[in-house]
């Protein structure tokens, strides 16, 4: 079997002009919106994790909006190993928009890497001015570039958080009172006895209500921000483990903030364990992967909880291909989303992430991908719910396309059975049923299953039609019989891909050898790619 198959703004503060599309629109036209690609979780030389000298922020952006010189000194200490490969060029192989998000710790670093010893606020605030001065520079036109944060979750793992203020110096107040009440790791003596005074209690200890109590708080003084779980099934098995329960807390107290997760993790390389995690099936956390598993449950309620692709980038591949450790991939090298966005500031692209008009995908398997929804009167799309009567057609549309090639390449070998060459093998349709929210005070408020939902369909290249601009086709029917959702995932790989898809076609766990060369992970995950999108509901009245 072939496994190859072809197949912030530094605020911006509303000024920002945004590119044109980078890829062709499939819905609607240009005044009412854009599809841009990008992710909201990378770290800079500013995360004490991420010390690496060429990680400065100018650096992280140069490679994710495709402006790096690696011809030039700043990058000249640069190993080979450490550089990201960027062989695509196809549009909308630069990213649109980033969002940077460094651990919500004191500040040991500045955006050039020198050393300091600040309280988080104000290391961010010097990102954003840096940011400020690149632009001024001529760099990153129509780039949306914004300063979140990773954020340890009391009691529980982390999570990107970004806090959206009219202004920046709201944002900047609120960021700096958000770390003072809840940051475990930034000690009261970075902060005076004036903002003491002012702020009060610390909301600090590593307990979960504080995390509760943190949610609650963004929400009565920041709504328009968001708090997105990041590599949920890491903590599987520990005191930090996050379990549904708490999702859905989270999700009650502030469903506009709490709103999705990420389902393909960063870390991609690492030698802990793909996603530094052992709950990582094709590269997705166990929560997304498992059909009928915890994003399932959620969605059964009919909760608007999505999934998205990071790349938790800290560096890339430290020392020499064996004895060395590995991380991940840079911003727009491996994975990436893709979302719908009606206008130009950071709350537009917040706005269009809780739509749920989005898709993540690894190795730039689609670059495309329309998925809408029909009956007799109205028609939708992802994150959208369509009300049809019982027994009425529904039609399921999938538009989809892939780039030629994507960004793979050895690292230190030259013996390789993988290419860059991308097709989709198949497309599953999935879907489960809706049977409405679970109370607090019921016991089924723990179970983490849905048992109705079911891949329902598989599609190969001989179900969908090709144009000649490349774009793929296909439709199902379905008639409508209970309240349900439907969603995408599409691989490269065979169904029963020898250790990488079961019978189904569902991602098998990824084994990691013990003490795996950087070109063996690599390699693996280049063999392995993957898209998820988000569900569209069917409401059926008259039931």
């Known amino acids: 079997m072939n496994k190859n198959k072809k197949f912030v703004v530094a605020l911006s503060l509303a000024t920002i002009m945004l590119m044109q599309n980078t890829m062709p629109l499939l819905a609607k036209n240009n005044e009412e919106g854009k599809w841009m690609s990008g992710e909201y979780h990378t770290h800079t030389t500013q995360s004490k994790d991420a010390g690496e000298k060429i990680t400065t922020t100018e650096h992280i952006l140069d490679v994710a909006f495709k402006e790096a010189d690696f011809t030039s000194e700043s990058w000249s200490q640069a190993a080979p190993w450490e550089l990201p490969t960027q062989t695509t060029d196809a549009d909308g192989a630069a990213f649109d928009y980033l969002v940077l998000a460094n651990h919500l710790r004191p500040s040991f670093r500045n955006p050039d890497g020198k ?44 999570a990107a958080v970004g806090i959206i203020a009219p202004n920046e110096e709201q944002m900047i107040e609120g960021i700096k009172e958000f770390e003072y009440r809840y940051s475990k790791e930034t000690k009261d003596t970075y902060f005076t006895n004036e903002e003491t005074e002012k702020y009060g209690k610390r909301y600090n200890e590593n307990i979960k209500e504080n995390t509760f109590h943190a949610i609650g708080w963004l929400k009565e003084n920041y709504p328009d921000s968001y708090v997105l779980i990041n590599h949920p099934a890491r903590k599987n098995g520990g005191e930090s483990e996050l ?27 690492s030698n802990d364990g793909r996603g530094e995690s052992k709950e990582v099936y094709g590269g997705a956390d166990g929560m997304l992967a498992e059909v009928g598993g915890m994003w399932d449950a959620l969605l059964g309620e009919g909760r608007r909880f999505f999934t998205f692709a990071n790349s938790d980038f800290h560096f890339k591949v430290r020392k020499d291909p064996t004895g060395g450790s590995y991380s991940g991939y840079w911003p727009g090298e491996y994975s990436r989303n893709y979302t719908w966005v009606e206008g130009n500031t950071m709350k537009d692209l917040a706005d269009g ?116 601009d490349g774009y793929n086709t296909l439709t199902f029917t379905v008639k409508a019989d209970k309240d349900r959702y439907y969603r995408l995932r599409g691989t490269n790989l065979e169904v029963s891909a020898e250790g990488q898809t079961d019978e189904m076609g569902n991602p098998l766990r990824d084994e990691m050898k013990e003490r795996p060369s950087a070109d063996s992970i690599n390699d693996h995950n280049y063999s392995d790619l993957w898209f998820y999108g988000n569900p569209i509901f069917v409401d059926v009245q008259g039931k």
């Open 115 to 158: 050393t300091q010893d600040l309280a988080f606020y104000q290391g961010l605030q010097q990102e954003i001015d840096k940011v400020k001065a690149l632009q001024e520079e001529g760099k990153y036109e129509d780039k949306l570039i914004f300063s979140g944060f990773e954020w340890d979750m009391l009691g529980l793992d982390h």
């Open 243 to 269: 379990k549904i329960e708490d999702i859905r807390r989270m999700n009650d107290i502030a469903p506009n903030i709490v709103f999705g997760f990420e389902g393909i993790l960063g870390n991609q390389m």
């Open 353 to 468: 992430l809780r739509s749920g008009k989005s898709f993540a995908v690894t190795g730039d398997l689609i670059d495309a991908l329309d998925f809408r929804a029909k009956g007799k009167s109205e028609e939708v799309e992802m994150g959208d719910t369509l009300k049809v009567q019982k027994g009425e057609e529904v039609t399921l549309t999938v538009r989809f396309k892939s780039p030629e090639v994507n960004n793979y390449q050895t690292l230190f070998s030259t013996d390789t059975a993988t290419t860059n060459e991308v097709a989709v093998d198949h497309i599953d349709l999935i879907s489960g049923e809706v049977t409405g929210k679970i109370s607090p005070n019921s016991k089924a408020y723990t179970n983490d299953k849905n048992e109705t939902t079911k891949v329902i369909q598989t599609f190969t290249s001989e179900d969908w039609t090709t144009d000649e």
